[in-house]
């Protein structure tokens, strides 16, 4: 690439190369270098943009209507060069400044870059080619780079007489240069691209008219190639949903949530009465890349009769927040500011009906196409929990729409909390879980065994809000919900399912021996020693007091407040099992029981899946007893 002339053959004054960003220079050299099947997605992506770049001049324009004095009517045009081997799309949006151009295309402020660059890295060494990475990641612009050698963007912003050009051949530099060609734009974007040798399928007219009504009908700009107007351009969600079709909902779909795929769940109807708007929404098939971001904003765009307002109104809930799509108001002034949203009441009425009407529509999921709903609880599952903690309003409706993972269901089956308690036994005190950060640790913990033993079913709750939610939920249909490692276990009313289970080797008398003993040695390690009924074949376990948080939710905390302990535990051990009846009888003789002491705390410790405190104190008894053993 040359500094000082653009292949759009403007002169560039003063231009000098510029590196791009590290991230943006990485990305561009795996585009280059892409072996992705699907490369027409670029175009969906440009034209994307740029209908962005109109909706955006169209609102601007609300409150200033000279900005549309120049440049005529909203449009996108598509033009081909097949001399020069050029393709080149352009609209009469907004446009960009010289400092827009270095800063939107030299730049990216992305928390999914990093993933998709990643995943599109695993992906060649594979050799996939096929997986929908561009899609999923919507990497927009720097799609171009996948069929172009050279891309020069034109632009000059409404209302300003400066033209400006951003051009770079993707190797790792670009120049931003005034631009004075004669083919400059009144107003708007212009996007050049010089083909590859192996894109000339993309200076083909039937094969461009295809790309746009396959991704990019929907659009309510209407979009040229040559003369003939080549999409709808009617606004989709605004059609009788009866006059939709799947692929219609498809290529919409795409559009507002920036994948290539089918939505799991199409939400489309019209609100009227007192408030009227358009609402259609989907849920995708599959994670989005930001759906963690920290900011946990909402996706949905907010129209105000078919003008775009913002994609940041939050029309629901942070925990929805990967539901994407539209919701069009014919109530709001067109002229509402983005930083009015926050108090309008029509904007808090449709929030909350809509809201609404979404966990209706998820629940009906559930109940007729269970299918359908598992795949959108394991994709999605972990977030929506998240109302559990957030939205006491609305929490009963939450719980009718969760799954959890239980001792009773089998690898990815789930049960729903009505199911629970309709199984729940006898004198069962509440709804039992055990929270933690691994499901096949979980499944075996020994803090289970005398639930299991019992028949009684326990939640295994193992997302990180889950050791949240629990501790402000007043219950499930009059029942609480009762964590199995925290407090003494309430299974005495309870009787067990094989009575052969109970071995009663020890007596009451020798077992509180051990556990004075067991508190003398061990000091401030614990905060008690105490015999359990919650154990029937582990010889200990430690679980946490009566008073504050379970250990999970505490480990949590520690982290964020980058502590690394967290308190005393309470030590159980099972009275039933041969090693504590053999240490009992040692310690009614009164033998010294420190190094035992230790060794079964750090024994409950590793079987909660921790590191024991002293690890090399740990290991230095481990190999004394193993001596003593084989001596």
């Known amino acids: 690439m040359s500094s000082s002339t653009t292949d759009t053959g403007a002169k560039a004054t003063g231009a000098k190369p510029k590196q791009f960003q590290a991230e943006v220079a990485k ?84 928390s999914g870059t990093q993933a998709f660059m990643e995943q599109m890295e695993t992906a060649k060494k594979k050799g996939d080619k096929d997986v929908n990475l561009i899609g999923q990641f919507g990497v927009g612009f720097y799609s171009s780079f996948m069929i172009a050698e050279h891309v020069d963007v034109v632009s000059r912003k409404a ?32 996007i050049r691209l010089k083909l590859r040798k192996d894109a000339k399928e993309f200076l083909e007219d039937q094969r461009l008219q295809y790309i746009v009504r396959t991704y990019s009908d929907h659009v309510s700009h209407p979009i040229y190639l040559g003369d003939e107007q080549v999409n709808s351009g009617s606004a989709i969600w605004a059609r009788s949903k009866s006059d939709v079709t799947e692929e219609q909902h498809r290529e919409f779909f795409g559009h507002v949530a920036g994948v290539i795929g089918d939505p799991a769940m199409t939400i489309h109807y019209r609100a009227e009465g007192r408030n009227e708007y358009s609402v259609l ?76 009407r979404v966990l209706n529509e998820l629940k009906k999921c559930a109940d007729k196409k269970p299918d359908v709903f598992a795949n959108i609880w394991e994709a999605f599952g972990s977030v929506i929990k998240e109302g559990l903690y957030e ?180 030590l159980e051990i099972n009275p039933d099992h041969a090693l504590i009846a053999k240490l009992a009888e040692r310690a009614g003789k009164g033998e010294d029981m420190g190094e035992a002491a230790r060794l079964l705390l750090d024994q409950a410790v590793i079987l909660e899946g921790e590191v024991p405190a002293d690890a090399t104190g740990f290991a230095d008894r481990l190999s004394k007893l193993m001596q003593q053993v084989y001596d």
């Open 27 to 110: 990305l561009l050299h795996l585009m280059v270098h892409s072996v992705y099947s699907e490369r027409e997605v670029f175009l969906r992506e440009l034209i994307s943009n740029a209908s962005d770049a109109c909706d955006k001049l169209r609102y601007e324009a609300l409150k200033n209507d000279k900005l549309m004095q120049a440049g005529g009517d909203l449009r996108i045009t598509i033009s081909l060069d097949k001399k020069a081997k050029t393709l080149t799309v352009a609209d009469t949006g907004i446009g960009m400044s010289a400092k827009e151009l270095a800063d939107n295309l030299g730049t990216i402020a992305r």
């Open 281 to 356: 929404l989907y849920v995708p098939g599959e994670k989005p890349f930001d759906l963690f971001d920290p900011e946990r904003k909402g996706k949905q765009k907010l129209y105000v009769r078919r003008v775009f307002i913002t994609d940041e109104a939050e029309m629901l809930p942070s925990y929805l927040r990967f539901v994407r799509g539209v919701i069009d108001s014919e109530d709001m002034p067109l002229n509402i500011s983005r930083e009015m949203l926050q108090d309008n009441p029509t904007v808090h009425t449709i929030r909350k009906a809509v809201t609404k």
């Open 391 to 570: 939205d006491m309003e609305r929490r009963d409706q939450l719980y009718d729409i969760c799954r959890f993972r239980s001792t009773t269901s089998d690898g990815k089956e789930t049960v729903d909390l009505a199911g629970y308690v309709s199984r729940m036994k006898e004198n069962q005190a509440g709804i039992y879980y055990l929270t933690g950060d691994d499901a096949g640790k979980a499944e075996v913990s020994p803090q289970l065994e005398g639930y299991k033993a019992r028949g009684i079913e326990v939640l295994l709750l193992t997302d990180p809000v889950d050791a949240f939610w629990v501790r402000t939920s007043l219950g499930y249909d009059g029942k609480s919900f009762k964590s199995v490692t925290q407090g003494g276990a309430d299974l005495d009313e309870i009787p067990l399912e094989d009575k052969k289970d109970k071995k009663d080797q020890t007596d009451d008398a020798a077992t509180a021996s051990l556990v004075a003993a067991l508190k003398t040695a061990l000091g401030d390690a614990v905060q008690d020693v105490a015999k359990s009924n919650r154990l029937t074949s582990s010889a200990v376990c430690i679980v946490a007091g009566d008073q504050g948080f379970d250990r999970t939710l505490e480990k949590y905390l520690a982290q964020q407040q980058g502590k690394s302990s967290i308190s005393a535990p309470v």
């Open 159 to 190: 209302g300003t007489k400066k033209v400006s050009v951003w051009s770079s051949d993707g190797s790792g530099t670009y120049t931003v240069s005034d631009y004075d060609g004669e083919d400059a734009p009144e107003r708007g974007t212009s």
